[in-house]
């Protein structure tokens, strides 16, 4: 079984690669004696325990990720793992179809919500060609903005 350290340091590993460096690094600077335990649980448990088992890649993960936030009106989360999952390797096409998915299960408002959001991350990103998003180690998000702002129309 492994350590508490060495479950830490595989948590930050996944966490960096599917949050980026840049994201985990600002969570981490800023870190208070109030949140410095939270920090180390989430390593740990989320990011080195559930995100790092084999049953699922991260794609997949992604997109339950997506659907638990939307269905549980987690707002603030959802630019977050938007981003997660175009690093993941999911195209907007795909995280559009997830959206209107979860719009049949977890209601119209949540979706519209959704939808917002996602045009406001795609609208702030380079763009990428659908398909083109990809499970990177490091660095930024490799983009999945729209040009011209919004979530493209089928065609």
Known sequence: MPTDQQRHEQGMAVRRAVLSDAHVDRAVAATTDLTADWQDFITRVAWGDIWSRPGLDRRSRSIA?????????????LA?????????????????????????????????????????VF???????DGQGEDAPDGEVPGGGVQGGGVPSRG
């Open 123 to 129: 609208a702030q990103d380079a763009p990428v060609p």
């Open 65 to 77: 990720v997506l659907s638990s936030l939307i269905a549980h009106g987690h707002h603030e989360e």
């Open 80 to 120: 977050m793992h938007l981003r997660a999952a175009l690093r993941n390797g999911l195209s907007v096409d795909e995280i559009r179809e997830v959206i209107l998915q979860a719009a049949i299960y977890s209601g119209v408002p949540a979706a519209n919500t959704a939808f917002r959001i996602a045009t406001e």
